[in-house]
């Protein structure tokens, strides 16, 4: 690991609502120019790992720093710095595509222009679309574009490809490619094994709210001594992969 203070580091992080422990004690952490993949099945604790990373949800337990700062106490100065997409969008039905991108690029103090994020999730033929309007795949990107406005130097990214169709899918794998090398960290929440074995150097695996792998795609294959990531994922985890579709 890098002497450097790392992007994102979460330590011993848990949540419960109620009975249900949906994480139990996760540790992670992301560096510059760094993608790291949470892989894990339906109610593994995933959404609600990075929902408490981002600001989203207050842990019952554990700490939390972005780019050194306390996402419960600091979250202007976060909002600054971090760009989050989710996988349900909760967006204005009534507004175009343009007007969201501008409302979330006043936010910002040196936002990318519109232009740039309409081309960089290709919908620049979608500018005047009404939002209720917009396929679902379409409706993600434009969530990828919102969380991009900002320039952001951490990004989290739950489900980055769901609903995409295969073009849009390898388009939007050269976004996050180029900003890893812009030296954006990366924490992406995926199913798709092919995405997370091209974009992540490091993939944490959790299982029943607790971390019970972590290591590069290859030393994942290695360590379970199978062909590939997701016959890795099952003999980690004991689910197959439809399992891991959604959280």
Known sequence: MSSVEPAIVAENLAKSYRRTRAVVDVSLRVDAGEAVGILGANGAGKT?????????????HGRVRVLGLDPRHDRARL????????????????LRVTELIDLYRSFYPNPRSTEELLSMVDLAEQRRTIFEKLSGGQKQRLSIALALAGRPRVVILDELTTGLDPRARRRMWGTIEQLKSDGVAVLLVSHAMEEVDRLCDRVVVIDAGRVVAHDTPAGLVAQAAVGNLEEA????????????AHE
């Open 233 to 244: 994922f099952v003999a980690l985890t004991g689910k197959e992969l439809e399992d891991a």
């Open 48 to 60: 609600t790992t990075v929902e408490m990373i981002a600001g989203l949800r207050v842990p019952d």
């Open 79 to 94: 909002r600054q710095v971090l760009g989050v997409q989710l996988q349900q969008a909760y967006l204005h039905h009534a």
